[in-house]
T-cell receptor
């Protein structure tokens, strides 16, 4: 079956620190991979996406590269800000009956302190 | 551009009372629609999805039901709420058919059952 494993949180960093949130997946075929972000009390926002091996998704200073050989899609940012404090979800897509479905990791809570 | 609305934003209901949560999407036709529940510290659980009017697929047997009376309207219901129904309910949409696998989420409804 399909599954996503991401590092347990919470993660606490100082402002301007380097961020890595690990994500690995198990899937049949070639899924698309996603990172979503959820700010407190809000819904999920798409952060970035990659659709095939070696693709790099990027947005708002965040990056993640689709690594088929290691089945990974780690999220990175060079210098975090307090405003990046949120829960981050890694997800993969797979084809269900009539539509694509998403399988999510359990989320990693990031807190950035000034 | 497309937008997704959910209401109410928050709801406090007694055990045994009925429930109706509404989700509407604007700016697209024949979207795929999804209901998720996010319980505290437990990630996202897909409850229902729909690929068209009157077409509902249930992922988890439980105390809830879903309906799609119009193309861009998705309703989550219960006849009698349980304490375990408390959580954050998220609606999402994606482009209809198999052409795209990206889901976009609404702002969510926080449900507390007392």
């Amino acid at each position: 079956g399909n599954s996503v494993t991401q590092m347990e949180g919470p993660v606490t960093l100082s402002e301007e620190a380097f961020l890595t949130i690990n994500c690995t997946y198990t899937a049949t075929g070639y899924p698309s991979l996603f990172w979503y972000v959820q700010y407190p009390g809000e819904g999920l926002q798409l952060l970035l996406k990659a659709t095939k091996a070696d693709d790099k998704g990027s947005n708002k200073g965040f990056e993640a590269t689709y690594r088929k050989e290691t089945t990974s899609f780690h999220l990175e940012k060079g210098s975090v800000q307090v405003s990046d404090s949120a829960v981050y979800f890694c997800a993969l897509s797979w084809s269900g009956a009539g539509s694509y479905q998403l399988t999510f990791g359990k989320g990693t809570k990031l807190s950035v302190i000034p | 551009s497309q937008t997704i609305h959910q209401w109410p934003a928050t709801l406090v209901q007694p055990v045994g009372s009925p429930l109706s949560l509404e989700c509407t999407v604007e700016g697209t036709s024949n979207p795929n629609l999804y209901w998720y529940r996010q319980a505290a510290g437990r990630g996202l659980q897909l409850l229902f999805y729909s690929v068209g009017i009157g077409q509902i697929s249930s992922e988890v047997p439980q105390n809830l039901s879903a309906s799609r009376p119009q193309d861009r309207q998705f309703i989550l219901s219960s006849k009698k709420l349980l304490l375990s129904d408390s959580g954050f309910y998220l609606c999402a949409w994606s482009e209809g058919g198999q052409d795209t696998d990206t889901q976009y989420f609404g702002p969510g409804t926080r449900l507390t059952v007392l």
